[in-house]
Nanobody, 126 residues
Framework: QVQLVESGGGLVQPGGSLRLSCAAS????????MGWFRQAPGKGRELVAA????????YYADSVKGRFTISRDNAKKTVHLEMNSLKPEDTAIYHC???????????????????WGQGTQVTVAT
């Protein structure tokens, strides 16, 4: 059974940093396409960052470019999202998503991901 478990969310002041982690179990992780999505109250789901397994290619939403970094540790079956210079508009529930197919390239749409974590709350406020 596949499980994705996020951790690392919390309350942080504007300008601060958080590191989200997503631990995967149940499938081969090294060939999984991984992504981080977020959903703020009253808004749709947004792809924040994605990572291809074969090339190391990454995707970032324009709103987070230069501030967020996605990375993976295949030995620990974990994907991370390093978030710096956080802004109040980054407040949302952040979900980890995975496609273990495997398929080459990045997965940019929610329907390309099969497995989802429960999410971790990130709140940026004074």
């Amino acid at each position: 059974q596949v499980q994705l478990v996020e951790s690392g969310g919390g309350l942080v002041q504007p300008g601060g940093s958080l590191r989200l982690s997503c631990a995967a179990s149940g499938r081969t992780f090294s060939t999984a396409r991984m992504g981080w999505f977020r959903q703020a109250p009253g808004k749709g789901r947004e792809l924040v960052a994605a990572l291809a397994w074969n090339s190391g290619s990454t995707y970032y939403a324009d709103s987070v470019k230069g501030r967020f970094t996605i990375s993976r540790d295949n030995a620990k079956k974990t994907v991370h999202l390093e978030m710096n210079s956080l802004k109040p508009e980054d407040t949302a529930i952040y979900h980890c998503a995975a496609d273990f197919a495997p398929r080459y390239g990045l997965a940019a749409r929610p329907d390309e991901y099969v497995h989802w974590g429960q999410g971790t709350q990130v709140t940026v406020a004074t």
